[in-house]
């Protein structure tokens, strides 16, 4: 510790290190405890954040690192785990000879990012998870808890880190038992991640004091959005801003960005202002206040300071607007720059501009140094070898891609008119074609600058060009009443009320087969509640029933996928991560908005309903992720024997 960091760790008192320890984080599990060794004061705090040596990572990690400095600053020991045997457990994400490389790649790309931010790297302490994983004590703590633990429990922990696939390797249902051991192992008190993690935090949490060890603590910084909204992840390249990008690939990227005037959520770049810029900045402030002003050195490889020279004091973050769209603008705080978007007084594309040279500015260093060292060069290359060899694009994978069956002809009677066949087909055929077919990439709005006269395909603005999940209007239904169709065999006759003042609808289902009548009756169900109404042997549905087929097939069963327990008809649902966003009145039947998102409706093995989708404001080769299907009261659930299902 440099004698000016442990003078300011010795000013500080210990609520002061506290917050400073929980500052800006979404959530601490056992904050006491953290506490307590602060208060005893007999020795220092430890804690590590692991970070699994996968793809290229990106400056969504700005987030954790500025954090790292906070723990440093508290006088906490910090360890950063490079897990080099979880970046393959996971569905082999790095294939194993590539790993090593990947692991000093991490390592020197940290390292530069966190010394030009002014975080004190020669107190980190890094660690390689193999250099104590393989060890005998290790694995066969391993084995215990393997004799612990059930799949369930295991996949569980894991469904928001480790990639879900239909058929799951064991090695991605060992690799939360191997980070739980790890808290142990790196003789921590507390670990530090993205609240993605927190099923695997409380899985340690669970697990550990079975094994007969302590139960750590756990903090949590929120998911940042990506620039183009939801979750920054290293294993999706295209859109994410690389630390090795130059000022115009930066541009490029900022220019694609999510950002609607005058909106901030689902904001990308008003999020990564607020999560990034400011938090760097103020560390930065901090660093001169706290004596550690040789931490900002730019021979020493630190970033220059994000206010332009000339800026009123106090001045964290400037853009440079040009003159005749009103001057620079400079602010100290990120409340003033987010008023000042929602008022219209800082337009997206200064917001954008500011943010991308504030970006380069922050990554100056890390280029110079990579292009300056021919070892990260070489390092960079073994690492990520075919990198500039487009990779392939993932394919979504087929998900049970059965169309609702009360709009097939087998299964629903005849379609009325020929419109309503036509959708049916057309939205059975791209059930079935999204098994094979990735969703077509995003189109990118034009710059405001845009010399192209007209683009009459392009999607109106404010509107995204893949659909999103909450345009689906999914809502908690009653079946008040319930007959069977007077014409078609298959089919109930159903009034459902979803808590609307004009009355139940009425609703066909082809449930017939697979469901009594009397099961039916009275029985609280999730609607899709905006499909353009369809009649079926002369009458018309106002709604969709949400339901399961079996994973081995429709044979095996259909059921309704209840909603949350406690809820009420007219309860709105959503998937997870979109909510608070208005469905459509009417989904629009040439758009096939519907049939997008549903082919990635499925059941977890614990029978929660999801999505697992890729989201318009994401990459399109991201991995899609399980988002669960929920509403204020929980998540709806299919029932026992429809795990892993497909819903429709
Ligand atoms: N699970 C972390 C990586 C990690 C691995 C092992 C650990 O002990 C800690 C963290 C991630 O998703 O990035």
């Known amino acids: ?41 007999e020795r220092p705090l430890r804690c590590y954040w692991g970070t699994a040596p996968t793809g290229r990572p990106h ?18 020991e910090v360890k950063v785990l490079l897990a080099d045997i979880h970046a393959f457990l996971d569905n082999m994400k790095a294939p194993i000879t590539l790993v090593r490389h990947r692991v000093e790649y991490y390592r020197l790309i940290i390292r530069t990012v966190l010394k030009a931010i002014g975080v004190p790297v020669e107190r980190l302490n890094f660690v390689v998870g193999s250099s104590y ?7 066969m703590d391993q084995y215990r808890l393997c004799a612990m633990v059930t799949e369930h429990d295991a996949k569980r922990a894991g469904a928001e880190v480790v990639k879900q696939v239909s058929s799951p ?24 991640g993205g609240v993605d993690q927190r099923k695997i935090f409380v899985y340690a949490e669970d697990i550990l004091p079975k094994l007969g060890y302590a139960k750590r603590a756990h903090l949590m910084n929120s998911m940042v959005p990506g620039l183009k909204g939801s979750k920054m992840s290293a294993s999706d390249a295209g859109s994410k801003v ?14 694609e960005a999510h950002c609607i005037e005058g909106q901030v959520e689902e904001n990308g770049v008003l999020a990564f202002v607020k999560n990034v810029i400011f938090p760097i900045e103020r560390l930065r402030e901090e660093n001169i206040a706290g004596g550690n002003a040789d931490l900002l050195d ?39 720059v987010e008023k000042d978007f929602v ?91 999204a098994g094979q ?39 908690v239904g009653k079946i008040v009443d319930i007959k069977p169709h007077p014409d078609a065999d298959s089919l109930y006759l159903e009034s459902v009320d979803f808590g609307e003042p004009d009355g139940p609808r009425t609703v066909l289902s082809g449930l017939v087969k697979y469901v009594p009548i009397e099961k039916m009756s009275g029985r609280l169900v999730v609607g899709v509640c905006n499909l353009k109404p369809a009649a079926m042997r002369g009458i018309k549905s106002h709604a969709m029933l949400l339901c399961a087929t079996h994973k081995s097939g429709k044979d095996g069963g259909v059921e309704p996928v209840a909603p949350p327990e406690g809820s009420q008809p007219g309860d709105k649902l959503w998937v997870e991560g979109y909510e608070g966003r208005e469905p459509d009145a009417q989904l629009n039947p040439k758009k096939k908005i519907f049939e997008t998102i549903q082919p990635a409706y499925l059941t977890t093995e614990s029978r929660e309903a999801a999505w697992k989708g890729v989201g318009p404001d994401e990459d399109e080769t991201a991995e899609p992720k399980v988002r669960l299907i929920k509403g204020e009261k929980g998540v709806c659930f299919a029932p026992a024997g429809f795990e892993g299902a497909g819903l429709s």
């Open 437 to 475: 077919e990735p969703p077509p990439p995003p189109k990118q709005a034009k710059a405001a600058t845009s010399s192209t006269p007209k683009q009459p395909k392009a999607a109106p603005k404010n509107e995204p060009s893949r659909p999103l999940p909450s345009q689906i209007d999914l809502r």
């Open 242 to 255: 690389d630390f090795l990008d130059t000022p115009k690939d930066i541009a490029k990227k900022l220019n």
């Open 59 to 76: 400056i969504g990690y700005f987030v954790p690192f500025t954090k790292l400095a906070d723990f440093l600053k508290a006088g906490t």
């Open 133 to 139: 994983q393989l060890t005998e004590a290790y694995n």
């Open 343 to 433: 008022d219209r007084r800082l337009h997206p594309a200064d917001l954008k501009q500011g943010v991308a040279d504030a970006i380069s500015t922050l990554l100056e260093p890390v280029r110079k140094e990579f292009e300056s060292n021919a070892d990260f060069q070489k390092i960079a290359e073994l690492a990520y070898p075919s990198e500039k060899a487009a990779a392939p694009k993932k394919v979504v994978k087929p998900k049970n891609p059965r169309f609702a069956h009360m709009f097939t002809k087998e299964e629903g009677g005849t379609a009325e008119t020929a419109e309503d066949a036509q959708a049916a087909k057309a939205a059975h055929e791209a059930a079935i074609a």
């Open 169 to 192: 390797l064991l090695s991605s249902m060992l690799y939360p038992g191997l980070q739980a051991l790890d808290e142990q192992y790196l003789d921590v008190d507390f670990q530090f």
């Open 298 to 336: 730019a021979s020493k490889g630190a970033s220059k300071r994000l206010a332009a020279d000339g800026a009123p004091p106090n001045t964290l973050f400037s853009i440079n607007r040009p003159d005749k769209f009103g001057g620079g603008l400079h602010y100290s705080t990120y409340e003033a």
């Open 1 to 41: 510790m440099s004698s000016s960091a442990a003078a300011l760790d010795a000013q500080l008192s210990i609520e002061a290190k506290y917050d400073l320890i929980t500052r800006d984080l979404q959530e601490v599990l056992g904050g006491d405890k953290i506490k307590d060794i602060l208060r005893k004061g």
